[in-house]
Nanobody
């Protein structure tokens, strides 16, 4: 199982970023996928998740209306579109795959929102 995130960067408040998570080594289309973030000095926080077909998405309240999770099962890739970024969105973002009840995560990509 391999999950490789990319797309993180430093951005000004109000800016946008698109994160990607390339998956391999398992049947991506059969797995619920999650984005999780961890800010410095804090525990992991679930951000969003998406069902296997991509038709159902769920978000934590603080990102509703600003973030969009999506997936391309043909490309084995998970995405997180982030708009109207705020300093409190600063964190290491990583994707998580639920593979038959076991959670696998990638190394993450850093998002820093600062002026």
């Amino acid at each position: 199982v391999q999950l490789v995130e990319s797309g993180g960067s430093m951005v000004q408040p109000g800016g946008s970023l698109r994160l990607s998570c390339a998956a391999s080594g398992f049947t991506f289309s059969s797995c619920v996928m999650y984005w999780v973030r961890q800010a410095p000095g804090k525990g992991p926080e679930w951000v969003a998740h998406i069902n296997t077909g991509g038709g159902s998405t769920y978000y934590t309240d603080s990102v509703k209306g600003r973030f969009t999770i999506s997936r391309d099962n043909a490309k084995n890739t998970l995405y997180l579109e982030m708009n109207s970024l705020k300093p409190e969105d600063t964190a290491l973002y990583y994707c998580v795959a639920d593979i038959r009840g076991q959670k696998w995560r990638g190394q993450g990509t850093q998002v820093t929102v600062s002026s």
